[in-house]
């Protein structure tokens, strides 16, 4: 158990539809990481935030989005879902971001129908 | 920017050989540079991290890796491979305080 929460585990919903994604990152982490893994594109860095604010930004499409609160949980909002989006989304979480390992939740399988 | 590109996308081999699982890396600037693993239905898991302290890193179950900075590589190995060890394994790179890149991956399988 990484100590990284991700819930719901699986999710199914029709294209079109929207969803959210939470997470928890583990005790005393700030920093929080999105990643998206399917077949086709492997696993893709979708965004970084530290302690509220996003860090970086990679490969994450317009229609998504993602936040994190002040308790430090975050969520990956994705909205008008296409069938391409059917993927593995896995949230993790370090201490820092320089170096530090990140630690990976058990993710997220969205099929969109 | 920094990227990892790992050479094979599937290995196979046999209980008791040894595993080699390769990896190149692209940084400008000193990397820090990491393998998980990845068990079916599961998340990654830190089987080492490289961070300029020690060229050679041990990590969990029997696996290892050597920087080697003239020929930009992070290979993993592991001299006897385990049934157990059948999985999906990422080299992953950061620097500086950015964020992580992962390889495409390598699939690994073991043949009893």
């Known amino acids: ?113 | 920017a920094q990227s990892v590109t790992q050479l094979g996308s599937h290995v196979s081999v046999s209980e008791g050989a040894l595993v080699l699982l390769r990896c190149n890396y692209s940084s400008s600037v000193p990397p820090y540079l990491f393998w998980y693993v990845q068990y079916p239905n599961q998340g990654l898991q830190l089987l080492l991290k490289y961070t300029s302290a020690a060229t050679l890193v041990k990590g969990i179950n029997g696996f290892e890796a050597e920087f080697k900075k003239s020929e930009t590589s992070f290979h993993l190995t592991k001299p006897s491979a385990h049934m157990s060890d059948a999985a999906e394994y990422f080299c992953a790179v950061s620097v500086n305080n950015n964020d992580m890149r992962f390889g495409a991956g390598t699939r690994l399988t073991v043949k009893p």
């Open chain 1, 1 to 113: 158990d990484s100590g990284v929460t991700q819930t719901p585990k699986h999710l199914i919903t029709a294209t079109g539809q929207r969803v959210t994604l939470r997470c928890s990152p583990r005790s005393g982490d700030l920093s929080v990481y999105w990643y998206q893994q399917s077949l086709d594109q492997g696993l893709q860095f979708l965004i970084q935030y530290y302690n509220g604010e996003e860090r970086a930004k990679g490969n994450i499409l317009e229609r998504f989005s993602a936040q994190q609160f002040p308790d430090l949980h975050s969520e990956l909002n994705l909205s008008s879902l296409e069938l391409g989006d059917s993927a593995l989304y896995f949230c993790a979480s370090s201490v820092e971001t320089e170096g530090n390992t990140i630690y990976f939740g058990e993710g997220s399988w969205l099929t969109v129908v």
